[in-house]
C-alpha cells in the first residue's frame, strides 16, 4: 500500500523509542532538526544505522566509521535493491499496519459474504458514491464465491445530506438489508428520513470518518484488506482491473 498515506496513524501506534543518551553526536543533532528516533539496527558491512520518522515517513540514519557524521538516505546493494525501504517497511508500516487491521476489524459495519471466506475486506463508503455503487456491484460474485467477505463503514462526505441518509441506514432495523437496497436501486429506494438523527447512529460516523482520516484516505470507496503476507493493502477510490484481480486473490 501507499505508505504515507497511512503514517500519521501508523506512528502513532509505535512505542518502542531508542533512548536520547545512547545516540551518537551527530544522530542527536539529526533529532534536533524534526527526524524522532525509534530504533538502532545494524546494516550490511558492519554499518550502524538508526529508524526514525520525519513528518510522518519513515526514515534510515547511518553513522560513518569515524562516529562524526551521519547520512539520511537510503542504502542500496550491488543489485540496485533498496534496502532501506525494507527496514522501514518491515519493522514500521507492516507491523502498524496489522495493527491498524485489528481496529478496522473491530469497528462496528455493515457486513456482507461469509465469514468463512477467503479474504476479509474493509470499505468506506458515502451513500451517494457511485465509485462506491460500482465497486458493491463488482464484490457481489465474490462474496458468493466466498473469495472475500465485505465490511461497509458509512461516511458522509459527498452531499450535505450524506450523513442522514448514512445514519437513517445504520438506524434502520435491518442496516444491512437496507444499505443492499439502496446498492440495488442504484440509490433510488432510499431509506426514510428519521425525523432526528439517531445519537448513536451519528457517533458511529464519526468514528468511521475518525478512522478514514487516520488512514489518511481522501476519498470514498477506500478500501483495505490483509494480504497473504498480512500486509495491509489500500485501494483509495474504484479499484482497476488489476487492483480487483489482486483483491479477488488476496494480494
Known amino acids: 500500500m501507499k ?12 512505542s ?27 546494516a550490511p558491512g558492519g554499518v550502524e544505522g538508526w529508524l526514525g ?31 532501506s525501504e525494507k527496514i522501514i517497511n518491515d519493522e514500521i508500516y507492516i507491523p502498524a499496519g496489522r495493527e491498524m487491521w485489528q481496529t478496522l476489524t473491530k469497528a462496528a459495519g455493515i457486513n456482507e459474504g461469509s465469514d468463512q471466506a477467503d479474504c476479509p475486506v474493509v470499505v468506506f463508503a458515502d451513500p451517494f458514491c457511485p465509485y462506491c455503487h460500482t465497486f458493491w456491484q463488482q464484490a457481489q460474485p465474490l462474496l458468493k464465491e ?7 463503514l458509512l461516511v458522509g462526505v459527498l ?9 437513517a441506514v445504520l438506524a ?25 438523527t439517531s445519537q448513536a447512529a451519528f457517533k458511529q460516523i464519526q468514528h468511521n470518518q475518525s478512522l478514514m482520516d487516520q488512514l489518511g484516505a481522501n476519498g470514498t470507496p477506500a478500501i483495505y484488506y490483509l494480504n497473504k503476507d498480512k500486509a495491509l493493502q489500500q485501494i483509495v477510490g474504484l479499484p482497476n482491473a488489476e487492483q480487483m484481480a489482486r483483491l479477488a486473490a488476496c494480494e
Not at 551527530?26 to 532538526?33: D, I, N, R, S, Y
Not at 515517513?57 to 560513518?64: A, D, E, N, R
Not at 434502520?172 to 426514510?192: I, M
Open 53 to 83: 520518522k520525519y513528518q510522518d515517513t519513515g526514515v534510515t540514519i547511518y553513522l560513518t566509521p569515524d562516529k562524526k557524521h551521519a547520512i539520511s538516505g537510503y542504502m542500496y546493494d550491488e543489485k540496485g535493491n533498496n534496502l
Open 172 to 196: 434502520s432495523d435491518n442496516p444491512a438489508s437496507a444499505w443492499q437496497t439502496l446498492q440495488a436501486s442504484n440509490g433510488k429506494n432510499k431509506p426514510t428520513l428519521p425525523e432526528k
Open 16 to 42: 518502542v523509542q531508542a533512548q536520547n543518551h545512547d545516540l551518537p553526536a551527530p544522530v542527536k543533532a539529526l533529532e534536533k532538526q524534526g527526524i524522532t528516533i525509534i530504533k538502532p539496527f545494524t
Open 159 to 167: 452531499r450535505p445530506d450524506s450523513g442522514r441518509y448514512a445514519a
Open 3 to 14: 505508505k504515507r498515506l497511512m503514517a500519521c496513524a501508523l506512528f502513532a501506534s509505535l
Open 146 to 152: 466466498k473469495r472475500i467477505s465485505l465490511k461497509t
